[in-house]
């Protein structure tokens, strides 16, 4: 009886198995083994035309040419109904139509870890300060999502950066955004500089976006100095590609955010977002996008607070960010400034006047705002800083009257507390780049000024 049903259960398993064995062939059947490989039909300007089933936007693929040995990464940027959009990341010199275009079926991701802490590397993450290769330890996907709006700490501490005119004046909270306006010499390296050595931070990541070469080591060796230990720089030159300008901003960001999640304070600051934005531009009127506001196509403005809405306070650490924004004038009328100033937390205005004046930080206080001050500083230290502004206003209104002699004094006791007043206010507001203040000090300085 025992070895009748032995072999029933043997014959029942041995079923199973020829059914199991048959609907994997079956399924076999519709599973393409074939390598899928493409082929560029256009090459025009920084763009690619390109034959490439079941391609994905966001895709990483490579050019190859077996013919030569060369090779080079592009990504899908756009579809088409005979094909795929391409945009290289890299130079194109040596593409020929021998090239054929492999998918990676991958989306491009950023190494991080610690081991970037002091190193200089481009937005793929290869180092190019000479040191060697980098350590890392976790990949992140390089395009990240914004925090969940409702797991967001508030903002509710202030974030000392060791600048008076910004500690006392335009006080800046711990996950604040800001933004840095002027126009070219008017100090914002200089300001970078002193924000990115003073500032009470973890973490600091630079991005330099479309610099002049000569200019990104002169900020790493005299801006820097000690500060270089706990600063990661990304760097892409004026020379680079479109995409790789544009992949800068999106890298920072991204090594922000792993540093944020580890429960750090990160100060981000972005040089510049301008020049993002025209890396962005390049890549969309190529694309075949329409033009619209100085040129910029609609991408642009869907793009910039995608970006802009990574940094800010996490669930456990913060990114404070700075993004500097190049303007004429007062930057009326440009498309950046507009939309850049509508979606960040504050804004910081350099005045070319003031910095003619050699008055540096060359910030115009009454001009410039933190829309975070309110809820991390003191009620004295506010009451402290709006006095100072009213002083600085009343002094400003009766300039022209003092320089033509037609001032009366008497005729306004506040004024005349200004006038007499002027110059301490003004030593309070200059600083020089290797000129500490902590924040108490900074408050201490302006109660006494404004008593």
């Known amino acids: 009886m025992t070895m009748q049903r032995s072999d029933h259960d043997q014959a029942a398993g041995e079923a199973d198995l020829r059914a199991a064995l048959a609907s994997v062939r079956s399924a076999a059947k519709d599973v393409d083994t074939r390598a899928v490989r493409g082929r560029i039909t256009r090459a025009i300007g920084t763009l690619l035309h390109a034959v490439l089933p079941g391609a994905r936007v966001g895709e990483l693929c490579l050019l190859q040419d077996h013919a030569s040995g060369w090779a080079l990464e592009a990504e899908v940027i756009g579809l088409l109904p005979d094909g795929v959009l391409l945009t290289p990341i890299g130079d194109m010199v040596g593409l020929s ?16 870890g610690p081991g970037l802490l002091g190193r200089v590397i481009d937005s793929f993450g290869r180092p190019l300060d000479g040191k060697g290769p980098i350590k890392t330890v976790h990949a992140c996907p390089l395009r990240g999502r914004a925090p969940n709006p409702m797991k967001r700490r508030s903002i509710e501490q202030p974030f000392p950066l060791g600048v008076r005119v910004l500690d006392g004046l335009l006080t800046c909270g711990e996950g604040q955004r800001i933004g840095i306006y002027g126009d070219a010499g008017c100090g914002k390296s200089t300001l970078m500089s002193q924000i990115v050595k003073g500032a009470a931070a973890d973490v600091t990541v630079v991005a330099l976006i479309g610099e002049r070469g000569r200019e990104v080591r002169e900020f790493i060796e005299r801006h820097l100095g000690d500060a270089i230990a706990r600063t990661i720089v990304v760097v892409e030159t004026s020379d680079r590609s479109a995409m790789e300008r544009a992949q800068c901003a999106h890298m920072a960001t991204a090594l922000a955010e792993y540093f944020r999640d580890q429960g750090l304070q990160v100060v981000l600051m972005m040089d510049s977002l301008t020049r993002f934005s025209r ?39 913060s990114i404070t960010a700075f993004y500097t924004v190049l303007v004429e004038g007062d930057g009326t009328g440009d498309p950046i400034a507009e939309e850049s100033r509508g979606i960040l937390d504050g804004h910081i205005i350099l005045s070319r006047a003031l910095a003619s004046r050699e008055h540096f ?91």
């Open 97 to 112: 139509h021998r090239a054929e275009v492999v998918p990676t079926g991958r989306m491009q991701e950023v190494s991080v």
């Open 279 to 317: 890396a962005m531009r390049e890549i969309g009127l190529a694309a075949g996008e329409p033009p619209t506001r100085r040129g910029f196509p609609p991408s642009v403005f869907a793009l910039l607070p995608g970006l802009l809405e990574r940094a800010g306070m996490g669930e456990r650490g």
């Open 361 to 451: 930080p060359a910030i115009d206080v009454l001009s410039s705002r933190s829309r975070v001050m309110d809820a991390v500083a003191s009620a004295p230290h506010r009451k402290a800083a709006s006095v100072f502004r009213d002083l600085l206003s009343r002094y400003n209104e009766a300039e022209f009257l003092i320089k033509v002699g037609e001032y009366k004094p008497g005729s306004d006791p506040l004024t005349d507390r200004a006038i007499e007043s002027i110059e301490e206010l003004r030593a309070f507001l200059r600083q020089g780049q290797d000129e500490p203040s902590s924040f108490e000090e900074t408050v201490s300085w302006m109660s006494r000024l404004t008593a």
